[in-house]
């Protein structure tokens, strides 16, 4: 059976009778015209009919992807098909004759163009270095010998034989610092020495010397000790094996082999440092990003902080919580990631679809998970719709705001059990989301976590999944930042909440709140203004003033560590009101004057804390003068500080005097020149 949707085809098949297909059902919901009966066998001996799709003016999208490599053949050099699961996500089930809604659903998700992510080459010659205390380390030096370029440095005075050829360089050393990645790693070693020629029975070295520094583009470790780098299984061309392992060992040889030439990697998270919230002034703010990267990737760099590209393992643990947007995701970005679970949830619901619950699993553990319940146990229920994400940690509160916004009933997040340890940024998004949903009357319990491959615990999981009340769905267009989406979704969830509370008081560390000023201890010297990073605080040219617009607050915490007379608090809650979008007045009062000319100059209130702090200085105790000037404006003070007496004055200039002065006497006797001692 073939649809035709937007002027794409789409290609169904019963896979042999396994599945059951409502054609009727699904194009209704899909919006799409049925032609041609359903197919049976697609990839056999119906493989005609794939090849006159391929001849179309856009390529097919084929619910299939068992046999991807038959159809990517097929296609030979012209545009490639997309590709959908909809056997082991949906027809392959106990409740596969009720999987329709979610089948059209799916389907629906499939046919949104997938926006290409940018990509960074990473360039690997084959230089590789192996750490190691055993003889393990040159013996795997031997195997990649010929294939790598390899130097092998030895960790500790070790008992090996000197070879009878040298076929590698060999040292001995202590790696003290390590940076970098795949084609561009430095090393720094302490007692680095090289082995002496004259070694006889034993490997002998020169004298070592410290603070060496190298390079290299891979790493094989197998010294046991500490890995070199935090995260260090992310970190690409750096290998770390247990040598007693001889398996492991092994495979980390072939592994390192395949990692010669040039690599195409994702840049997975977009970085705009003017959103940065981390500092200004050499004040810190947020540091949300750099409390959370597994890997090391970010780093400060000044005002903001820096995400090296190489490093950066794609977790998108950093996009989930920046507050600003500074940091986004872009596998895929958040507005494609919201388009596609509007495109899941709406058709569902057309298709009659009740009560969705959204399963957030990654694309490889969590989908081989997927495919084992399919086959060998009950299949996921007819209302579990999986969303494959690149990395389950990329969630954060907007895209899950945004899942309940679209009317999901509740959601489940598949984590490998041994990504667990990295879900602390998830399960902070979790919290607040959790918070904000029991807040407005919608309960508790609708958001879940499950670390496991086990395909009958993700069964059970599922089937212990509480009821929840339905929700009202929406179906407003996704944007394109984390920010926006959060407010429209919760806009949207609080208009149709069972409780509908104006403010909603949330817990330390939400993006979301205000700031509170003891206004009678602040002077306006408005420094909390210039390190505001989003405008949420500002201020009036015209006048002293202070002025604050809630929504645009992120909570960073900048304007509190700079304030001078700390005054500042925060208060973390949602405020639904108009008040929130609108600017409001926090303080203002009439300038000072200038005492000279009348002009408006200062806030009054900077100025008498200036005087009182200054009324001890030695410069201006008992200087009226001195005190007077600090209620002058600029020009005022210059005319008013030469029109009096100068502390550093030498008197008067004497009057030049010429050759005729003293001709003529006017001189003095006092200006005659005195004569020479002899």
Same mark, same amino acid.
């Given at each position: 059976?073939?649809?035709?949707?937007?002027?794409?085809?789409?290609?169904?098949?019963?896979?042999?009778?396994?599945?059951?297909?409502?054609?009727?059902?699904?194009?209704?919901?899909?919006?799409?015209?049925?032609?041609?009966?359903?197919?049976?066998?697609?990839?056999?001996?119906?493989?005609?009919?794939?090849?006159?799709?391929?001849?179309?003016?856009?390529?097919?999208?084929?619910?299939?992807?068992?046999?991807?490599?038959?159809?990517?053949?097929?296609?030979?050099?012209?545009?490639?098909?997309?590709?959908?699961?909809?056997?082991?996500?949906?027809?392959?089930?106990?409740?596969?004759?009720?999987?329709?809604?979610?089948?059209?659903?799916?389907?629906?998700?499939?046919?949104?163009?997938?926006?290409?992510?940018?990509?960074?080459?990473?360039?690997?010659?084959?230089?590789?270095?192996?750490?190691?205390?055993?003889?393990?380390?040159?013996?795997?030096?031997?195997?990649?010998?010929?294939?790598?370029?390899?130097?092998?440095?030895?960790?500790?005075?070790?008992?090996?034989?000197?070879?009878?050829?040298?076929?590698?360089?060999?040292?001995?050393?202590?790696?003290?610092?390590?940076?970098?990645?795949?084609?561009?790693?430095?090393?720094?070693?302490?007692?680095?020495?090289?082995?002496?020629?004259?070694?006889?029975?034993?490997?002998?070295?020169?004298?070592?010397?410290?603070?060496?520094?190298?390079?290299?583009?891979?790493?094989?470790?197998?010294?046991?000790?500490?890995?070199?780098?935090?995260?260090?299984?992310?970190?690409?061309?750096?290998?770390?094996?247990?040598?007693?392992?001889?398996?492991?060992?092994?495979?980390?040889?072939?592994?390192?082999?395949?990692?010669?030439?040039?690599?195409?990697?994702?840049?997975?998270?977009?970085?705009?440092?003017?959103?940065?919230?981390?500092?200004?002034?050499?004040?810190?703010?947020?540091?949300?990003?750099?409390?959370?990267?597994?890997?090391?990737?970010?780093?400060?760099?000044?005002?903001?902080?820096?995400?090296?590209?190489?490093?950066?393992?794609?977790?998108?643990?950093?996009?989930?919580?920046?507050?600003?947007?500074?940091?986004? &995701?872009?596998?895929? #970005? =958040?507005?494609? !990631? %919201?388009?596609?679970?509007?495109?899941? /949830?709406?058709?569902?619901? +057309?298709?009659?679809?009740?009560?969705?619950?959204?399963?957030?699993?990654?694309?490889?553990?969590?989908?081989?998970?997927?495919?084992?319940?399919?086959?060998?146990?009950?299949?996921?229920?007819?209302?579990?719709?999986?969303?494959?994400?690149?990395?389950?940690?990329?969630?954060?509160?907007?895209?899950?705001?945004?899942?309940?916004?679209?009317?999901?009933?509740?959601?489940?997040?598949?984590?490998?059990?041994?990504?667990?340890?990295?879900?602390?940024?998830?399960?902070?998004?979790?919290?607040?989301?959790?918070?904000?949903?029991?807040?407005?009357? &919608?309960?508790?319990? #609708? =958001?879940?976590? !499950? %670390?496991?491959?086990?395909?009958?615990? /993700?069964?059970?999981?599922? +089937?212990?999944?509480?009821?929840?009340?339905?929700?009202?769905?929406?179906?407003?267009?996704?944007?394109?930042?984390?920010?926006?989406?959060?407010?429209?979704?919760?806009?949207?969830?609080?208009?149709?909440?069972?409780?509908?509370?104006?403010?909603?008081?949330?817990?330390?560390?939400?993006?979301?709140?205000?700031?509170?000023?003891?206004?009678?201890?602040?002077?306006?010297?408005?420094?909390?203004?210039?390190?505001?990073?989003?405008?949420?605080?500002?201020?009036?040219?015209?006048?002293?003033?202070?002025?604050?617009?809630?929504?645009?607050?992120?909570?960073?915490?900048?304007?509190?560590?700079?304030?001078?007379?700390?005054?500042?608090?925060?208060?973390?809650?949602?405020?639904?009101?108009?008040?929130?979008?609108?600017?409001?007045?926090?303080?203002?009062?009439?300038?000072?004057?200038?005492?000279?000319?009348?002009?408006?100059?200062?806030?009054?209130?900077?100025?008498?804390?200036?005087?009182?702090?200054?009324?001890?200085?030695?410069?201006?105790?008992?200087?009226?003068?001195?005190?007077?000037?600090?209620?002058?404006?600029?020009?005022?003070?210059?005319?008013?500080?030469?029109?009096?007496?100068?502390?550093?004055?030498?008197?008067?200039?004497?009057?030049?005097?010429?050759?005729?002065?003293?001709?003529?006497?006017?001189?003095?006797?006092?200006?005659?020149?005195?004569?020479?001692?002899?």
């Amino acid at each position: 059976m073939t649809l035709e949707l937007s002027g794409r085809a789409l290609l169904l098949c019963n896979c042999e009778g396994s599945m059951t297909l409502d054609a009727g059902r699904i194009a209704k919901a899909c919006g799409a015209k049925v032609t041609g009966e359903i197919s049976t066998q697609l990839c056999r001996s119906q493989i005609d009919r794939v090849r006159r799709a391929l001849g179309a003016e856009r390529p097919p999208l084929i619910a299939c992807t068992q046999e991807a490599p038959l159809f990517v053949e097929t296609a030979g050099e012209g545009p490639l098909p997309g590709l959908v699961d909809i056997r082991e996500t949906a027809g392959w089930s106990k409740e596969g004759a009720e999987a329709g809604p979610k089948i059209a659903a799916l389907l629906a998700e499939a046919m949104i163009e997938p926006v290409p992510t940018p990509t960074m080459t990473l360039k690997s010659e084959g230089t590789c270095l192996v750490y190691g205390k055993e003889a393990t380390a040159v013996e795997a030096a031997r195997q990649l010998q010929g294939r790598l370029d390899v130097t092998v440095v030895l960790d500790a005075r070790t008992e090996i034989a000197p070879p009878a050829v040298t076929q590698f360089p060999l040292f001995k050393g202590r790696i003290t610092a390590a940076r970098g990645h795949l084609g561009k790693f430095e090393l720094t070693f302490a007692g680095h020495a090289a082995v002496r020629p004259s070694s006889r029975g034993v490997l002998a070295f020169e004298a070592g010397q410290d603070r060496v520094t190298a390079s290299c583009d891979l790493i094989l470790d197998l010294s046991g000790g500490k890995p070199l780098f935090a995260g260090d299984a992310k970190r690409d061309g750096y290998v770390r094996v247990d040598p007693g392992n001889p398996a492991a060992v092994q495979k980390a040889l072939f592994d390192l082999c395949d990692l010669v030439g040039e690599f195409e990697k994702p840049l997975y998270v977009a970085f705009d440092a003017k959103l940065c919230a981390h500092s200004r002034s050499k004040k810190t703010g947020c540091t949300r990003c750099l409390d959370l990267c597994p890997t090391g990737a970010i780093a400060p760099a000044g005002d903001h902080v820096a995400i090296d590209p190489g490093i950066c393992a794609g977790c998108g643990q950093c996009a989930a919580v920046c507050p600003t947007g500074a940091a986004s &995701y872009v596998v895929p #970005r =958040i507005g494609a !990631l %919201a388009a596609r679970l509007r495109a899941l /949830l709406t058709t569902y619901r +057309a298709a009659s679809g009740s009560r969705p619950v959204l399963l957030f699993h990654d694309g490889r553990q969590g989908r081989e998970t997927l495919a084992a319940l399919a086959r060998f146990g009950d299949g996921l229920p007819a209302r579990a719709i999986p969303v494959a994400l690149n990395e389950t940690t990329q969630l954060g509160f907007s895209a899950l705001m945004a899942a309940f916004a679209y009317g999901a009933e509740a959601a489940l997040i598949l984590v490998a059990p041994s990504k667990r340890e990295e879900m602390a940024a998830t399960a902070a998004q979790m919290g607040l989301a959790e918070t904000v949903l029991a807040g407005l009357g &919608y309960g508790s319990g #609708r =958001i879940h976590l !499950l %670390a496991t491959a086990d395909p009958d615990r /993700l069964s059970e999981a599922l +089937a212990r999944l509480p009821e929840q009340a339905p929700m009202v769905a929406g179906d407003f267009l996704p944007p394109e930042t984390d920010r926006m989406l959060a407010r429209l979704a919760l806009t949207h969830l609080h208009r149709h909440a069972p409780l509908q509370p104006e403010r909603l008081p949330l817990p330390p560390g939400a993006p979301f709140g205000a700031v509170e000023v003891r206004t009678e201890g602040c002077t306006l010297c408005l420094a909390c203004v210039g390190a505001c990073p989003t405008g949420a605080l500002r201020d009036n040219p015209e006048r002293p003033m202070l002025r604050f617009r809630e929504e645009a607050c992120i909570q960073c915490g900048l304007c509190r560590v700079t304030c001078p007379e700390k005054v500042i608090a925060l208060s973390p809650r949602l405020d639904f009101t108009a008040e929130a979008k609108a600017e409001r007045l926090v303080k203002d009062e009439e300038p000072l004057a200038c005492l000279r000319c009348g002009k408006p100059f200062a806030a009054r209130s900077s100025v008498e804390r200036m005087i009182g702090q200054l009324a001890s200085h030695p410069m201006f105790a008992g200087d009226d003068r001195a005190k007077r000037r600090l209620l002058m404006c600029a020009d005022c003070r210059v005319v008013d500080h030469f029109e009096g007496k100068q502390p550093l004055a030498a008197g008067e200039r004497p009057r030049p005097r010429t050759t005729e002065d003293y001709r003529s006497g006017a001189a003095g006797d006092d200006d005659e020149p005195k004569p020479k001692k002899s």
